[in-house]
Each structure stands twice: as structure tokens, then as C-alpha cells.
């Protein structure tokens, strides 16, 4: 028997959370991008349905943050090079912190 996935995310919402996102990170100057970032990653997966599981996102902005600077300083030191593995790191990182709910 197959079971439902499905996407349950609404635009009022998805729009709220984003100007939340973008204003926090405008006003930082950045810094607090990574806040921003899990905040939109979290209203993703948690309306995320695979296979009639329920996703949830449990990474933090202090996690991110501490990846975030690291792949930075290493795009730095590499003229740009390492700056090709950013999204997979990214991506990679997203689904270390993506489980279901049984």
C-alpha cells in the first residue's frame, strides 16, 4: 500500500517567515543569516511529507554558523575554488539535521 507525501505549506505563511528571514539578516549585516537560513529550513521540512512521514528539521543557527564560517575561510584560502562545494556541503548538512516522525 503506498503511502501519501505531500507538501502542506501555505503562501501567507512561507512569505512571512521569509521577511522575517531577510529582515533579521539585513539588519545584522549578515550575521545572522544562518538564523535566518534554519528558520526557512525548518518551515520546509515541517510541512514536508514523505511516504506518510512527517519530516522535521532539528540543525540550529549556532551549527550552521560555525559550518558557515569554516566553508568561508576555505573559499578564501582557495581563490574561490572551494566555493563550488558550498550548496552540497549545505545540502548535505540540511539532511543531517532532516529525520522523520514515526
Known amino acids: 500500500m503506498d503511502k501519501e507525501s ?3 505549506g501555505g503562501l501567507l505563511s512561507y512569505i512571512g517567515h521569509f521577511l522575517l528571514a531577510v529582515l533579521v539578516s ?3 549585516l549578515g550575521i545572522c543569516a544562518p538564523w535566518g537560513m534554519c528558520l526557512l529550513y525548518n518551515w520546509k521540512i515541517k510541512h514536508t511529507v514523505i511516504d506518510g512521514h512527517r519530516l522535521y528539521f532539528d ?3 549556532m551549527q550552521l ?3 558557515w564560517i569554516k566553508w568561508w575561510l576555505l573559499t578564501i584560502i582557495t581563490f574561490g575554488i572551494y566555493g563550488f562545494w558550498l550548496r ?3 545540502t548535505q548538512w540540511i539532511t543531517k539535521h532532516t529525520h522523520h516522525l514515526n
Open 6 to 8: 505531500y507538501f502542506d
Open 26 to 28: 539585513f539588519f545584522t
Open 59 to 61: 540543525g540550529t543557527a
Open 65 to 67: 554558523f560555525g559550518n
Open 88 to 90: 552540497i556541503k549545505l
